[in-house]
């Protein structure tokens, strides 16, 4: 009998990933979808008549125990947040009952409704913030710098409350940055390579960004849900870090993705602008993966160079109206 997963927010970059990759491996999948005004499907539409959607709302534990009911799922995937981390200084409050609360609701309803469900929390290197150590790894002391960051902390928390205190089968994957042809254009990889696109097809002229050396851990979202899927399938219940062990800055990023287009950075790109400045900035986030490399037998496929490349070429596809899926 097939395997059944649940995954909220499987409309987004990591949902529409991890929701293919489960397909490939049998099972039937479910996704958690909010009602909105606007429904945004286009990161699973080719794959949409062979998931199951159900209505539901992390800020609403009933519709969340209903979708467990309906779904019955061996595995739950919690991806659901505001992740954006600019926008949780403009919706801290929104961000906290999401992000943060949200787990608990899903945790309990899984403790009610069927607490052998294995549970995953998607948590975030921006956890670690003003950094303590570098590299960071799974003992690293958390030091949030953002709203979107302490939701986070506490979500990671949660979890590991509810995995001692009801012996469920519940795991948080720290993961670092993580990019892809599918990332939201409010993110500034995204940005970068759908501006540099319409540059080379001359619909705009100049990119505007800010802080040019700040530095990420960036890897590809199709490498990283595999590891998602791999902390479910272990004996038992560890968390991990996720991560390339590799930094980049944004100027490099942008380098490489002017490069493969053959365009001039210094021509087209303004840096440092102040619209796009954080009140605080994370100190340098590079993730050490060596217990996911020697316990889940994980390590990344796509390189830096690779990943850039990747997503300027489905942004020139997009913008030539030639379809993208990756």
Known sequence: MAKRALITGITGQ??????????????????VVRRTSTLNFGRISHIQDKVNLISGDMMDQTSLQ????????????????QSFVGTSWEQPVLTGDVTAIGVTRILDAIRHVNPDIRFYQASSSEMFGKVLEVPQAESTPFYPRSPYGVAKVYGHWITI???????????????????SP??????????????????KLGQIDK??????DAK?????????VRAMWLMLQQDRPYDYVISTGETHSV?????????????????HVMFNDPRYTRPAEVDLLVGD??????????????????????????????????????
């Open 14 to 31: 990591d949902g529409s990933y991890l929701a293919d990759l489960l397909l490939e491996q049998g099972y039937e999948v479910f996704g």
């Open 66 to 81: 209903h979708a467990l009911r309906e779904s019955e799922p061996d595995e739950v995937y919690n991806l659901a947040a």
């Open 161 to 179: 409350n509810y995995r001692e205190s009801y012996d469920m089968f519940a795991v948080s994957g720290i993961l670092f940055n993580h990019e």
């Open 182 to 199: 599918r990332r939201g254009i409010e993110f500034v990889t995204r940005k970068i390579t759908w501006n540099a696109a319409r540059i």
């Open 207 to 212: 990119l505007y960004l800010g802080n040019p």
């Open 216 to 224: 990420r851990d960036w890897g590809y979202a199709g490498d990283y």
């Open 251 to 267: 100027r490099e990023f942008v380098d490489l993705a002017f490069d493969a287009l053959n365009l001039d950075v210094d021509k």
């Open 289 to 326: 993966s060596t217990k996911a490399g020697e316990e889940l037998g994980w390590e990344p496929q796509v390189d830096f160079k690779g990943l850039v490349e990747m997503m300027v070429e489905a942004d020139m596809k997009r913008l030539t109206d030639e379809k993208v899926i990756q």
